[in-house]
């Protein structure tokens, strides 16, 4: 059964930094594309960051040079580092796979972990 | 990336149908077949219910269908029951290799 468990969430002041992880089961994520999307309270989804199967990687405008999103193999498990942290960063953070077959990968976000929170205050 | 542009709200009464439009641009709905739906009830993970414009994943009700038209994608949902009461979201993959998505669309069943 596939399964993506989110964690790493919490309070931090601006311009701090935090690492959420997504621990995967049920599927390897170094073989698929894996992706996070964000939902800032009482607003709609925000794509965030992709890493393709190759390691490639790429992020929206508004986290471009202050987010790094990675992965371990050894652990199965998915990362985001969040850097320069913003008050609009504020959000439920979510992690999701793109399936990959044998032979083709999808544009699709096809399981989704329940999410972690994210708060900037000071 | 601005986002993909949907209606604030739909509603319907059951077993009607309604529609949802999303209108994006020439460099994501209009240049892929790679519009995918997603269904979220307050506090819980959105769900997967139409992927490549028009496709859907198993255990997905035949209720729900997908289509596409230039720069727009629709999502329709017919024979309308109060378990569809939910957000909805379009995304697109784009030429930047990234994906975008819609705003958001508040479905009530009246």
């Known amino acids: 059964e596939v399964q993506l468990v989110e964690s790493g969430g919490g309070l931090v002041q601006p311009g701090g930094s935090l690492r959420l992880s997504c621990a995967a089961s049920?599927?390897?994520?170094?073989?698929?594309?894996m992706s996070w999307v964000r939902q800032a309270p009482g607003k709609g989804l925000e794509w965030v960051s992709v890493?393709?199967?190759?390691?490639?990687?790429y992020y929206a405008d508004s986290v471009k040079g202050r987010f790094t999103i990675s992965r371990d193999k050894s652990k199965n498990t998915l990362y985001l580092q969040m850097n320069s942290l913003r008050a609009e960063d504020t959000a439920v953070y979510f992690c999701?796979?793109?399936?990959?077959?044998?032979?083709?990968?999808?544009?699709?976000?096809?399981?989704w972990g329940q999410g972690t929170l994210v708060t900037v205050s000071s | 990336q601005s986002a993909l542009t949907q209606p604030a709200s739909v509603s319907g009464s059951p077993g009607q149908s309604i529609t949802i439009s999303c209108t994006g641009t020439?460099?994501?709905?209009?240049?892929?077949?790679?519009v995918s739906w997603y269904q979220q009830h307050p506090g819980k993970a959105p769900k997967l219910m139409i992927y490549?414009?028009?496709n859907r994943p198993s255990g997905v009700s035949n209720r729900f269908s997908g289509s596409k038209s230039g720069n727009t994608a629709s999502l329709t949902i017919s024979g309308l029951q109060a378990e569809d009461e939910a957000d909805y979201y379009c995304?697109?993959?784009?030429?930047?290799?990234?994906?975008?998505f819609g705003g958001g669309t508040k479905l009530t069943v009246l």
């Open positions: 490549d414009v028009s």
């Open positions: 999701a796979r793109l399936y990959c077959s044998s032979t083709s990968c999808y544009r699709y976000f096809d399981f």
């Open positions: 995304t697109s993959y784009t030429s930047s290799s990234t994906w975008v």
């Open positions: 020439s460099s994501d709905v209009g240049g892929y077949n790679y």
């Open positions: 890493i393709y199967s190759d390691g490639s990687s």
């Open positions: 049920g599927f390897t994520v170094s073989k698929n594309y």
